[in-house]
């Protein structure tokens, strides 16, 4: 089973500056990764997949990159709705498929 | 527009069973793989199980091969989580997920039905 960390564990962001989400696989996944947001009381959503693909309707502020085992997703000027958790998946091995821990981005 | 609405989710003792139902409109059910995805509270997220188009293929987790059978009946674009033996750590908002069509990416996620494990 392929391994999923991702960091930091949390994220503390003032509205308007960037933040950059870690993600590591313990065996290459090639580009087989997506990234998912989810807020309180909502069911996850696609944001990213193929590792740097944005899902339909997912704003140019997202951009995912990496390949392989190291991957990162990056918000680049953060609104108030960006303020969630975001969890890595990898499907290259499977099954499983296997979830980071997520990270928790808040407000500063 | 695309739907997926779980059902089923209820409060169950350790040791019992319950089928989850996860009901799909808004695209073709019968050409789709669908998987189960569960969130313990507060915790993150976990595979579950998943099924193939025409129900030829399954999936499981080690953590709950043996106990929970998925299966579908594309007349009726439903899926099914029958889960027995239940265990306090099955206790979890279970959701039904669509895989992208072109790759294993899970594109549609229903709200969740919450099953509690509880004496």
């Known amino acids: 089973e392929i391994v999923m960390t991702q960091s930091p564990a949390t994220l503390s962001v003032s509205p308007g500056e960037r933040a950059t989400l870690s993600c590591r696989a313990s065996q290459s996944v090639g580009s087989n990764l997506a990234w998912y947001q989810q807020k309180p009381g909502q069911a996850p959503r696609l944001l990213i997949y193929g590792a740097s693909t944005r899902a339909t309707g997912i704003p140019a502020r997202f951009s995912g990159s990496g390949s392989g085992t190291d991957f990162t997703l990056t918000i680049s000027s953060l609104q108030s709705e960006d303020f969630a958790v975001y969890y890595c998946?990898?499907?290259?091995?499977?099954?499983?498929?296997?979830f980071g821990q997520g990270t928790k981005v808040g407000i500063k | 527009e695309v739907q997926v609405v779980e059902s089923g989710g209820t409060l169950v003792r350790p040791g019992g069973s319950l089928r989850l139902s996860c009901s799909a409109s808004g695209f073709t059910f019968s050409g789709s793989t669908i998987h189960w995805v569960r969130q313990a509270p507060g915790k993150g997220l976990q595979y579950v199980s998943g099924i193939s188009s025409n129900g030829g293929n399954t999936y499981y987790a080690d953590s709950v091969k043996g106990r929970f059978t998925i299966s579908r009946d594309n007349s009726k674009n439903t899926l099914y989580l029958q889960v027995t033996s239940l265990r306090t750590e099955d206790t979890a908002v279970y959701y039904c997920?669509?895989?992208?069509?072109?790759?294993?990416?899970?594109?549609?996620w229903g709200q969740g039905t919450l099953v509690t494990v509880s004496s």
């Open positions: 998946q990898q499907y290259n091995n499977w099954p499983p498929w296997t």
């Open positions: 997920v669509k895989e992208r069509d072109y790759d294993r990416a899970f594109d549609y």
